[in-house]
Each structure stands twice: as C-alpha cells, then as structure tokens.
Nanobody, 115 residues
C-alpha cells in the first residue's frame, strides 16, 4: 500500500524559506516521477514541480528560480525547497505519485506566508 506523508509546512514571513518533505512507503520513489502540487483556498489544485525517475526537474513558471525539488533515494523522500516566499504561495502543498495508473496523494502540509 502506497502512503505519502508530507511535513515541513508552517507560517513564514514574505521573503522567507521553508523545506517540505514527502516520505513514501509502499513505493520506491527513485523509480517514479514525483510531483508537488498546491491548492489555495477557492482555487484549483496546481502543479508546482516534478522530479522524474532520471532526476530531471520541471517547475511551474511562477516557481522557477525560487523552488527546488530534489530526492534522497536512501530516505525514499522527495523535498521541495522554497525560497523568496510570497503571500500568494500560501496553500496546502501535496506530494503525488502515480503507481500502476493510480494517483496517490499525501494528506498535505499547510504553508502560510504573511506579508
């Protein structure tokens, strides 16, 4: 059974940084693309960043240069390092992986950026 557990969210002032973690069980992250999504109140869930099984990375335009997705194979964990945070980055952040055609999500971690 695949389980994803996010952590690392919190309250931070604009311009600050946070590092989110997504720890997995039931799936070997290094074999799969892993995504970070976020959902702000009243808005649709949006893709933030992806790391492929070959460790290529992709980012939404508004996150380029500020966010970095990375993987620790030994810990079976994917990270999202967020810098220069803005109030509009406030959202619940989720990690996501597709296994055998099924989407798996963590419970999410709240990030709140104050101005």
């Amino acid at each position: 059974q695949v389980q994803l557990v996010e952590s690392g969210g919190g309250l931070v002032q604009a311009g600050g940084s946070l590092r989110l973690s997504c720890a997995a069980s039931g799936v070997i992250f290094s074999f799969k693309p892993v995504n970070w999504y976020r959902q702000a109140p009243g808005k649709q869930r949006e893709l933030v960043a992806t790391i492929t099984s070959g460790d290529s990375t992709n980012y939404a335009d508004s996150m380029k240069g500020r966010f970095t997705i990375s993987r620790d194979t030994a810990k079976n964990t994917v990270y999202l390092q967020m810098t220069s945070l803005k109030p509009e980055d406030t959202a619940v952040y989720y990690c996501n992986v597709i296994v055998s055609g099924l989407n798996y999500w963590g419970q999410g971690t709240q990030v709140t950026v104050s101005s």
